[in-house]
């Protein structure tokens, strides 16, 4: 009897700890988060314009940063960039690179002006406590990829996209690329 009396008190405070106990006098702030608390933290955390996750680019060493992108003006590396950002990236960066609750946007001025040099070093290195995971095992060609892909996705200074495959009737139903 004496192990219940002891226990029933305790209960409450858990319970109360964890959101459980509803009409209680103690401030909200004592415990664990209320779920207005935790909704707030998850819409500050959307990465919109958070200049702490593109403050990660400026990190690169001016050796990395001075990197050309041997494939800058390669149309294929294009097309071969964007397979390897549907495949990695999309997950978290959204299927154009807008963005989304898992990671920023590449659409946004600091990651279109970054040197490509700075975008390979980020995807060789990572950024882990934020969730960017290293991708150094992809071969250097890929991350060059990568970063051509991303960079042509910032309009009219960027690099032509790639010419979309089209499957036309006339062809027998293979894909065929058309040019512009």
């Given at each position: 009897?004496?192990?219940?009396?002891?226990?029933?008190?305790?209960?409450?405070?858990?319970?109360?700890?964890?959101?459980?106990?509803?009409?209680?006098?103690?401030?909200?702030?004592f415990?664990?988060?209320?779920?207005s608390?935790?909704?707030?933290?998850?819409?500050?955390?959307?990465?919109?314009d958070?200049?702490?996750?593109?403050?990660?680019?400026?990190?690169?060493?001016e050796?990395a940063?001075?990197?050309?992108?041997?494939?800058?003006?390669?149309?294929?590396?294009?097309?071969?960039?964007?397979?390897?950002?549907?495949?990695?990236?999309?997950?978290?960066?959204?299927?154009?690179?807008?963005?989304?609750?898992k990671?920023?946007?590449?659409?946004?001025?600091?990651?279109?002006?970054?040197?490509?040099?700075?975008?390979?070093?980020?995807?060789?290195?990572?950024?882990?406590?934020?969730?960017?995971?290293?991708?150094?095992?992809?071969?250097?060609?890929?991350?060059?990829?990568?970063?051509?892909y991303?960079?042509?996705?910032g309009?009219?200074?960027?690099?032509?996209?790639?010419?979309?495959?089209?499957?036309?009737?006339?062809?027998?139903?293979?894909?065929k690329?058309?040019?512009?």
């Open positions: 009897m004496r192990t219940r009396e002891v226990l029933a008190p305790l209960a409450a405070f858990a319970a109360f700890l964890s959101g459980a106990v509803a009409g209680s006098t103690l401030p909200a702030t415990g664990a988060a209320t779920s608390q935790k909704n707030e933290k998850a819409l500050k955390y959307k990465y919109q958070d200049a702490l996750v593109y403050a990660e680019l400026a990190k690169a060493p050796k940063r001075a990197k050309r992108n041997p494939l800058a003006s390669d149309r294929d590396a294009v097309a071969a960039g964007a397979n390897l950002f549907d495949q990695h990236c999309a997950e978290c960066h959204g299927e154009v690179g807008e963005g989304s609750r990671g920023p946007s590449l659409l946004k001025e600091p990651v279109q002006s970054a040197a490509p040099g700075s975008l390979f070093w980020l995807l060789t290195n990572g950024v882990v406590r934020r969730g960017m995971p290293v991708w150094s095992k992809l071969p250097e060609p890929q991350r060059w990829q990568l970063v051509t991303i960079k042509s996705l309009g009219p200074a960027a690099p032509a996209a790639a010419p979309a495959a089209q499957i036309s009737p006339s062809s027998g139903g293979q894909t690329i058309s040019q512009p």
